[in-house]
């Protein structure tokens, strides 16, 4: 009898191809899970931080209109008119952003009300190109 060496027919106990190949598959499917969770998330963190910068735009917006006396804030002609783009916040940081303000309640040529509702308003394409919007809205009295 030899004394050490392998058995017949039992050959070395390692993985076969087919167990090499069924792995491989099981760490590319997981590898492709968490990069596809990983582009997700960096979408999201676009999305937000676009959505933070539109909101700064508005509240900058909105605190210039507040220091304006309100009798002549939605007057055409002001920087603030009703539905007119707000020109130095065109294009200001996002694409296509345009910040406009309008005055539920007023009616061109009549009186401006005591407490004037200011709503404003701005609008931009996101990095898909997709519209976006967000509105901040206050009350002004004299």
């Not at 499917?29 to 676009?46: D, K, P, T, W, Y």
């Not at 917006?61 to 002609?77: D, V, Y």
């Not at 009616?107 to 519209?131: F, S």
Request: charged content about 15%.
């Amino acid at each position: 009898m030899r004394g050490g060496g392998l058995k017949a027919g039992r050959g070395n106990r390692g993985f076969t191809l087919i167990e090499l190949l069924i792995g491989i598959m099981v760490l590319v499917v997981a590898i492709s899970a968490a990069m596809g969770s990983q582009l997700i998330a960096f979408n999201l963190l676009r999305t937000s931080r676009e959505s933070n910068t539109a909101m700064a735009d508005l509240e900058g917006a909105m605190e210039l209109a507040i220091l304006q006396n309100p009798s002549t804030l939605p007057l055409a002609g002001s920087e603030f008119a009703e539905g007119v783009a707000i020109p130095r916040f065109t294009d200001l940081h996002l694409r296509s952003q345009t910040v406009t303000a309008t005055y539920p309640g007023y009616v061109a040529g009549a009186a401006v009300p005591n407490p004037l509702q200011v709503v404003m308003t701005v609008r931009w394409r996101d990095y898909l190109e997709r519209p976006r919007s967000l509105s901040l809205a206050t009350l002004r009295a004299r």
